[in-house]
């Protein structure tokens, strides 16, 4: 790809350049956090300052005295924890690792753009700022934060604290390396460890005074397997907001920034574990209930709740779709809708003229390429935009697009134990392909969704405003868990939010508007694409739903978290492959989808946690509600799938392509 105004191909002067000599040029890391040096700590001097925390010395004295441990093994404990923890920063290893990234970035990667514009403006701003800045990525791969700080090199700004997890930790050689760039480590859980809790918790107070380098963090706390925005998580978040009140630092920035790839890293085993395979346990080769006490300052959880919505906002609103995302999001509609017409290159370059200006210029999104109207020009987009994907999508001799069989029946161990249900290798042989696909069309809901879930709400005989905002706003809950939509209370923030939808689709005549009547318009392409969208998300709400509601008779199997997902999965195979009504798309088996569902579902009270173990029992009267209110949709399901369609299009690749795990 070209050049854009925006955006610098930061590979390109690697290329000409020695990588020896460029790593070990002349540098004094810019750092972004100035200090006075009697506040500047040294690695040791933030040890200790954590050792002696108010918190932490009681948090000692409570487990001496509640447990009969000597204090001396409780303190030698304490040290441990905070050892294992602490990130020990050394520019002559970052030197020596970034020959070895330089390298690698070069053969992975064709080229990385960065928005050289911005990251001049936030160095130029660090330099007179005495704010503690916080970097907050989005996470969609495992190369985001050797991405970032890559690019903090480049810059000649210094790396960040990281905050990283104990995989990466329990890697050998490698996680000493990363701790040696910056990374500090957290252990996944440790909610009722309270020393372990006390010193994380002093830690990060301490680095956000004390520490003049920036903090990284991802606030979704896990990756996006399927490459959407997730929930906030709030915990290391509301840690670094309290430091504010408590008046440790003057103000504290936040930075968010989005990362888009045009082929995710890890994008096939995403489709595996989507589908319930356990992903390979991260290696070095691989890679190349009690509270006892508070703090004495809290920020009230809907502050901290305000910016993690704030920071995923930011992220999604600085997405830049690629070409290859409005390809997916074309063929997925014409799989449903014209299984018998596959796409061929001119009739593909103008639905994506069409919707790819819908897009950026209805719904604010950012694209990759710049607008043009020149047919050749358009067809040339898309071709180059299928090289990196030829493993999956591809144009015959006949200009036709294709797509690739990329499961394989021999990449799979049976014996491993999968996530979910056991699925077969016919509903295997559909599944990964289309899910492959629609981890592509994921990234452009995050432009869609409120117009989507605006479309499944319209009957064809006309709706009642009124009607519209409420079924609009039960899909909204529902789905807000999915989407990343923050709860509104305000009902005329709500109707705001739906209105700017609805005049959307208005002015593009997907709708029309007689009184206080709404019809579907004339651009019928446009509302079924909308609408079928959104559409295996709606299903799998109602299956859940009705599998909750049946549950009760089946008296053997008890209500757990893993049991939903399991049963879910074998009703969803089973419903998909004999050609029901309801999740008759593939990417309705995604394990993600039914956590986030679930998820929601609990927060709703739909659901309820018993008392004792890890069961829950069902709210019949809210589930019968909820079942009769979606069942009051008026969801058109195509007549096509993806079982019917995918064998007249499947192109079976060479030996040597099949899937790897």
Same mark, same amino acid.
């Given at each position: 790809?070209?050049?854009?105004?925006?955006?610098?191909?930061?590979?390109?002067?690697?290329?000409?350049?020695?990588?020896?000599?460029?790593?070990?040029?002349?540098?004094?890391?810019?750092?972004?956090?100035?200090? &006075?040096?009697?506040?500047?700590?040294?690695?040791?001097?933030?040890? #200790?300052?954590?050792?002696?925390?108010?918190?932490?010395?009681?948090?000692?004295? $409570?487990?001496?005295?509640?447990?009969?441990?000597?204090?001396?093994?409780?303190?030698?404990?304490?040290?441990?924890?905070?050892?294992?923890?602490?990130?020990?920063?050394?520019?002559?290893?970052?030197?020596?690792?970034?020959?070895?990234?330089?390298?690698?970035?070069?053969?992975?990667?064709?080229?990385?753009?960065?928005?050289?514009?911005?990251?001049?403006?936030?160095?130029?701003?660090?330099?007179?700022?005495?704010?503690?800045?916080?970097?907050?990525?989005?996470?969609?791969?495992?190369?985001?934060?050797?991405?970032?700080?890559?690019?903090?090199?480049?810059?000649?700004?210094?790396?960040?604290?990281?905050?990283?997890?104990?995989?990466?930790?329990?890697?050998?050689?490698?996680? #000493?390396?990363?701790?040696?760039?910056?990374?500090? +480590?957290?252990?996944?859980?440790?909610?009722?460890?309270?020393?372990?809790? /006390?010193?994380?918790?002093?830690?990060?107070?301490?680095?956000?005074?004390?520490?003049?380098?920036?903090? !990284?963090?991802?606030?979704?706390?896990?990756?996006?397997?399927? /490459?959407?925005?997730?929930?906030?998580?709030?915990?290391?978040?509301?840690?670094?907001?309290?430091?504010?009140?408590?008046?440790?630092?003057?103000?504290?920035?936040?930075?968010?920034?989005?990362?888009?790839?045009?082929?995710?890293?890890?994008?096939?085993?995403?489709?595996?574990?989507?589908?319930?395979?356990?992903?390979?346990?991260?290696?070095?080769?691989?890679?190349?209930?009690?509270?006892?006490?508070?703090?004495?300052?809290?920020?009230? &959880?809907?502050?901290?709740?305000?910016?993690?919505?704030?920071?995923?906002?930011?992220?999604?609103?600085?997405?830049?779709?690629?070409?290859?995302?409005?390809?997916?999001?074309?063929?997925?509609?014409?799989?449903?809708?014209? &299984?018998? !017409?596959?796409?061929?290159?001119?009739?593909?370059?103008?639905?994506?003229? +069409?919707?790819?200006?819908?897009?950026?210029?209805?719904?604010?999104?950012?694209?990759?390429?710049? #607008?043009?109207?020149?047919?050749?020009?358009?067809?040339?987009?898309?071709?180059?935009?299928?090289?990196?994907?030829?493993?999956? %999508?591809?144009?015959?001799?006949?200009?036709?697009?294709?797509?690739? /069989?990329?499961?394989?029946? $021999?990449?799979?161990?049976?014996?491993?134990?999968?996530?979910?249900?056991?699925?077969?290798?016919?509903?295997?042989?559909?599944?990964? &392909?289309?899910?492959?696909?629609?981890?592509?069309?994921?990234?452009?809901?995050?432009?869609?969704?409120?117009?989507?879930?605006?479309?499944?709400?319209?009957? #064809?005989?006309?709706?009642?405003?009124?009607?519209?905002?409420?079924?609009?706003?039960?899909?909204?809950?529902?789905?807000?868990?999915?989407?990343?939509?923050?709860?509104?209370?305000?009902?005329? %923030?709500?109707?705001?939010?739906? !209105?700017?939808?609805?005049?959307?689709?208005?002015?593009?005549?997907?709708?029309?508007?007689?009184?206080?009547?709404?019809?579907?318009?004339?651009?019928?392409? %446009?509302?079924?694409?909308?609408?079928?969208?959104?559409?295996?998300?709606?299903?799998?709400?109602?299956?859940?739903?009705?599998?909750?509601?049946?549950?009760?008779?089946?008296?053997?199997?008890?209500? $757990?978290?893993?049991?939903?997902?399991? !049963?879910?999965?074998?009703?969803?195979?089973?419903?998909?492959?004999?050609?029901?009504?309801?999740?008759?798309?593939? +990417?309705?088996?995604?394990?993600?989808?039914?956590?986030?569902?679930?998820?929601?579902?609990?927060?709703?009270?739909?659901?309820?946690?018993?008392?004792?173990?890890?069961?829950?029992?069902?709210?019949?009267?809210?589930?019968?509600?909820?079942?009769?209110?979606?069942?009051?949709?008026?969801?058109?399901?195509?007549?096509?799938?993806?079982?019917?369609?995918?064998?007249?299009?499947?192109?079976?690749?060479?030996?040597?392509? /099949?899937?790897?795990?």
């Amino acid at each position: 790809m070209e050049r854009t105004s925006r955006f610098v191909d930061m590979l390109k002067e690697r290329r000409k350049d020695c990588d020896f000599f460029w790593v070990t040029r002349p540098m004094d890391p810019l750092v972004p956090h100035i200090l &006075p040096p009697e506040s500047l700590y040294s690695r040791d001097q933030v040890i #200790e300052s954590v050792l002696l925390d108010a918190q932490v010395r009681a948090a000692i004295d $409570t487990i001496v005295q509640t447990t009969g441990a000597s204090l001396q093994d409780v303190e030698k404990s304490a040290r441990i924890m905070i050892n294992e923890m602490a990130s020990k920063a050394d520019l002559a290893t970052v030197r020596w690792l970034g020959i070895f990234i330089t390298k690698a970035m070069k053969r992975m990667f064709s080229k990385i753009y960065i928005n050289d514009a911005i990251l001049h403006n936030l160095k130029r701003e660090t330099q007179i700022s005495q704010v503690q800045y916080i970097y907050v990525p989005s996470h969609r791969s495992y190369f985001d934060f050797i991405l970032l700080s890559y690019i903090l090199f480049s810059h000649d700004m210094a790396l960040p604290n990281i905050a990283a997890g104990m995989d990466f930790y329990n890697m050998k050689i490698v996680g #000493e390396l990363l701790r040696k760039t910056g990374a500090f +480590y957290i252990r996944r859980s440790f909610s009722n460890d309270l020393l372990y809790k /006390q010193i994380f918790r002093a830690y990060i107070s301490t680095i956000v005074s004390h520490s003049n380098r920036a903090i !990284e963090f991802f606030v979704e706390g896990t990756r996006s397997r399927s /490459q959407k925005s997730t929930v906030p998580k709030y915990g290391l978040l509301s840690i670094i907001l309290e430091s504010v009140l408590q008046g440790d630092v003057p103000d504290i920035r936040f930075v968010p920034m989005s990362i888009s790839y045009e082929r995710p890293p890890e994008e096939l085993l995403f489709v595996y574990e989507l589908l319930g395979i356990p992903k390979p346990k991260e290696s070095t080769s691989g890679l190349f209930r009690r509270k006892v006490m508070h703090p004495s300052f809290k920020v009230p &959880p809907s502050i901290v709740e305000d910016i993690g919505y704030l920071i995923i906002d930011s992220h999604k609103r600085n997405t830049v779709l690629m070409p290859i995302n409005i390809v997916a999001l074309l063929l997925n509609e014409r799989i449903q809708t014209r &299984p018998n !017409e596959p796409y061929t290159l001119d009739s593909l370059s103008t639905d994506y003229q +069409y919707v790819k200006g819908f897009i950026t210029q209805s719904l604010k999104a950012s694209m990759w390429e710049t #607008e043009t109207n020149d047919v050749s020009r358009i067809k040339q987009e898309i071709l180059e935009s299928l090289k990196p994907h030829n493993e999956l %999508l591809t144009f015959d001799s006949s200009n036709t697009l294709r797509v690739r /069989q990329r499961h394989s029946g $021999t990449a799979l161990n049976r014996s491993t134990r999968v996530k979910g249900h056991a699925l077969s290798e016919q509903t295997m042989f559909v599944a990964v &392909p289309a899910i492959n696909i629609a981890i592509y069309v994921n990234p452009t809901l995050t432009f869609l969704a409120k117009t989507a879930l605006v479309a499944a709400t319209v009957e #064809e005989s006309g709706t009642r405003a009124d009607v519209l905002l409420e079924r609009y706003e039960l899909l909204r809950r529902l789905l807000s868990t999915e989407f990343v939509l923050r709860p509104i209370e305000d009902k005329s %923030l709500l109707r705001a939010e739906w !209105e700017s939808s609805l005049n959307i689709l208005l002015a593009e005549g997907c709708l029309r508007r007689t009184k206080d009547l709404v019809f579907p318009g004339n651009n019928t392409g %446009l509302f079924s694409m909308l609408h079928n969208v959104v559409l295996p998300f709606v299903d799998v709400v109602y299956v859940m739903c009705r599998l909750l509601f049946e549950w009760t008779e089946k008296p053997v199997i008890e209500l $757990t978290d893993r049991a939903v997902l399991v !049963e879910m999965q074998k009703e969803v195979e089973r419903l998909m492959l004999e050609n029901k009504e309801w999740c008759r798309h593939p +990417y309705c088996l995604s394990l993600d989808l039914y956590s986030a569902t679930w998820s929601n579902l609990l927060s709703q009270g739909v659901a309820v946690a018993q008392e004792r173990g890890n069961t829950y029992r069902t709210e019949k009267a809210k589930l019968a509600h909820l079942i009769g209110a979606l069942r009051e949709l008026p969801l058109r399901h195509p007549a096509g799938s993806y079982v019917d369609a995918l064998p007249s299009i499947i192109s079976i690749p060479p030996m040597n392509m /099949q899937a790897k795990l």
